[in-house]
């Protein structure tokens, strides 16, 4: 699966942006999806995952509520909407899928991941 991600940008807080994800190469259905970031001089962290159906998500703590993830299957896209934005969510956000029905929310739990798009959220 070769995963495209886009939308980044820089807003101020309290903001929104829309990311999406485009997958080509395999069936994008059969693949749990997932957003990661990564802040400047941190580890990737988890931020939002989705099951195959899109029927059960799984949200960090640090953006339930703010952001809100979403898939249309026919498109073979994963969107993630993020509402609030706060100078925290600031990073570079990196779709990922995962072969079957399981949702994982560990890096290691992913096979695929996009090249990333930098978010930046000013004060």
């Known amino acids: 699966v070769q995963l495209q991600a886009s939308g980044g940008g820089l807003v101020q807080a309290g903001g929104s942006l829309r990311l999406s994800c485009a997958a080509s190469?395999?069936?994008?259905?059969?693949?749990?999806m997932g957003w990661f970031r990564q802040a400047p001089g941190k580890e990737r962290e988890f931020v939002v995952a989705?099951?195959?159906?899109?029927?059960?998500?799984y949200y960090a703590d640090s953006v339930k509520g703010r952001f809100t993830i979403s898939r249309d299957n026919a498109l073979n896209t994963v969107y993630l909407q993020m509402n609030s934005l706060k100078p925290e969510d600031t990073a570079v956000y990196y779709c990922?899928?995962?072969?079957?029905?399981?949702?994982?929310?560990?890096?290691?739990?992913?096979?695929?991941w996009g090249q990333g798009t930098l978010v930046t959220v000013s004060s």
């Open positions: 989705l099951s195959t159906s899109g029927d059960s998500a």
């Open positions: 990922a899928a995962a072969p079957g029905v399981r949702v994982g929310l560990q890096n290691n739990d992913y096979v695929y």
């Open positions: 190469g395999r069936t994008f259905s059969n693949y749990a």
